[in-house]
């Protein structure tokens, strides 16, 4: 199910017909029909669960049906309890078309797109609104256009951490609570709450709003999450990762995403933390790697040692 409102926002759509109350439109999947073979009363395979898109051509062949045969067509066609129809090209919707989904409670609507341009927009936002999503506390911000999602106990200190990270020019996605959402097998995206986007809650200060007091470009609605920072308090018997050779994963939705442990105490510029983790995060992923750098550098060492130690006994 998809919200109403937002399905005629999102896709920039005309309202032509919509039953009295609607809320939500029962759309349970991304695909889209294009009705042509309906229209030719073909209804073998009918995917009458997905969004039904008259374009050009199906406009056209329906017109030069003779108006008794296409009227019953149409009648059949709607009576398979469509989710919704929507014309293309803003092409003019016939009365019968009109009294026929009146008739059978479907909604329809007019897009001012090209057919294949709006089937694309239409799946990729069915796709984003039908994504599994979960509610996290934590804040997430854009840093140098990693998705870096800051977790930990209240008060650890998260948002004025990320306040430091966007004085340094990053952006701001979402602080508190983040929305997250799988768009694909190994990809998450978050953002924040419609009604608090923009907002960040400074303790002793209480609420600012970021895009206010910095400008746009200090934030952006929403990112991919790509890596996950820990916040927590220093404990001296606690052991840190001070090389970084050790992989760690945090779970979400099934998808295994890259986790630090970031140990706070007084003194530590948690900004600069956060900004280099990025960009060494960035750098992996273009194929260097600081750790194996490192290893490598110590073995060719002790291979250079070893060798020198045989020419000696030689």
Same mark, same amino acid.
């Given at each position: ?8 926002? &999102?896709?920039?759509?005309?309202? *032509? ?8 439109? +029962?759309?349970? #999947? ?23 898109? =008259? ?20 009648? +059949?066609?709607? +009576? ?49 609104? *039908? ?9 997430? =911000?854009? !840093?140098? /256009? ?32 983040? &929305? ?8 998450? !995206? ?10 960040? &809650? ?18 952006? #609605? ?5 890596? @996950? ?7 001296? @018997?606690?052991?840190?990762?001070? *090389? ?22 007084? /003194?530590?510029?948690? +900004? ?16 260097? @790697? ?25």
């Amino acid at each position: 199910m998809i919200s109403f409102r937002k399905f005629v926002k &999102e896709l920039d759509l005309t309202v *032509l017909y919509a039953p009295p109350g609607l809320k939500e439109i +029962a759309i349970e #999947n991304a695909d889209t029909n294009r009705p042509g073979l309906q229209f030719s009363g073909f209804f073998d395979y009918f995917a009458n669960d997905r969004i039904q898109i =008259i374009g050009k051509a199906e406009m056209t062949y329906y017109l030069e049906i003779p108006l008794e045969e296409r009227t019953k067509r149409l009648h +059949a066609y709607m +009576a398979h309890g469509l989710p919704c129809i929507v014309i293309c090209r803003n092409m003019a919707c016939p009365d019968e078309m009109l009294e026929c989904a009146k008739q059978y409670g479907i909604p329809l609507f007019s897009s001012k797109q090209v057919t294949t341009r709006f089937a694309a927009s239409a799946i990729s936002f069915i796709n984003y609104a *039908l994504a599994p999503q979960v509610t996290r506390h934590g804040v997430l =911000i854009d !840093v140098d /256009g990693v998705g870096v999602l800051l977790t930990g106990e209240s008060g650890i200190g998260k948002s004025e951490s990320a306040m430091e990270v966007v004085k340094r020019g990053h952006r701001l996605v979402a602080d508190d609570v983040v &929305e997250i959402k799988k768009v694909s097998e190994n990809r998450l !995206v978050g953002q924040a709450p419609e009604t608090i986007r923009h907002f960040m &809650e400074i303790r002793g200060i209480g609420l600012i709003n970021v895009r206010e007091m910095y400008g746009v470009s200090a934030i952006i #609605n929403s990112k991919s999450i790509d890596m @996950n920072i820990h916040m927590e308090l220093w404990d001296r @018997n606690k052991s840190y990762a001070r *090389l970084g050779m050790e992989d760690d994963f945090i779970n979400i939705l099934g998808v295994q995403v890259p986790k630090i442990v970031v140990p706070v105490r007084p /003194g530590r510029n948690l +900004a600069i933390v956060i900004e280099v983790a990025a960009r060494n995060f960035r750098l992996k992923g273009l194929g260097y @790697n600081s750790e194996k750098e490192l290893e490598k550098r110590i073995a060719q060492m002790m291979a250079e040692a070893e060798a020198e130690a045989l020419g000696q006994i030689d």
